[in-house]
């Protein structure tokens, strides 16, 4: 089994201080019984659609994936309620709230390519109100991109994007263009 890039480095019991023991995706501390698994991180993120059936694309003004273009969204903060997340990623980034439709999936993948799994979940929505005002130090630009129109894959930051709008592409393929 892989070792875990989330338990790298661990050495110490974090609850107690005597030696941990490394096993695959799990660190265990014989001393007191702790056992760690490195299980992945959780997102929430959004295909923000207009009525044209267009998706805000975001170009990422950070690393990982600086400078390439994402879907708006972000880490789930422990005992957070996905939905508030999603709401709460997008407000912060763009200052738009938002009408949470259609569950797209969850897609795993890795924060870059060193940093921790992730379980990426996806949904559609819509604009419900505020006015776009871009997180400068998260985000450089926003555009819209009709589903036959988007860039190549290459000018992404994450696979977990490309399978998102892929679900969603063949999702409005199979509907006629009405999603």
Same mark, same amino acid.
């Given at each position: 089994m892989e070792a875990s890039p989330?338990?790298?480095g661990?050495?110490?019991?974090?609850?107690?201080?005597?030696?941990?023991a490394l096993e695959g995706r799990a660190a265990s501390c014989s001393a007191c019984g702790l056992r760690v698994h490195a299980n992945p991180a959780p997102t929430a993120s959004v295909l923000l659609l207009d009525d044209?059936?267009?998706v805000l694309l975001a170009r990422r003004g950070a690393d990982p994936g600086d400078g390439l273009w994402d879907l708006l969204g972000g880490f789930i903060e422990e005992g957070e309620d996905p939905l508030a997340a999603l709401r709460r990623e997008v407000a912060e980034e763009t200052s738009l709230e938002i @009408? !949470?439709?259609?569950?797209?999936?969850?897609?795993p993948d890795r924060y870059g390519d060193e940093?921790?799994?992730?379980?990426?979940?996806?949904?559609?929505?819509r604009i419900a109100g505020g006015?776009?005002?871009?997180?400068?130090?998260?985000?450089? @630009? !926003?555009r819209w991109f009709s589903p036959d129109d988007l860039p190549p894959a290459g000018e992404f930051a994450f696979r977990n994007t490309l399978d998102?709008?892929?679900?969603w592409r063949g999702r409005v393929r199979s509907a006629g263009g009405k999603k």
């Open positions: 989330f338990l790298a661990w050495r110490l019991c974090p609850r107690c201080g005597e030696d941990l044209e059936g267009s @009408e !949470v439709e259609e569950f797209v999936g969850g897609f940093g921790v799994y992730t379980l990426n979940l996806y949904w559609t929505a006015e776009l005002a871009l997180d400068d130090d998260e985000l450089q @630009e !926003v998102a709008l892929a679900s």
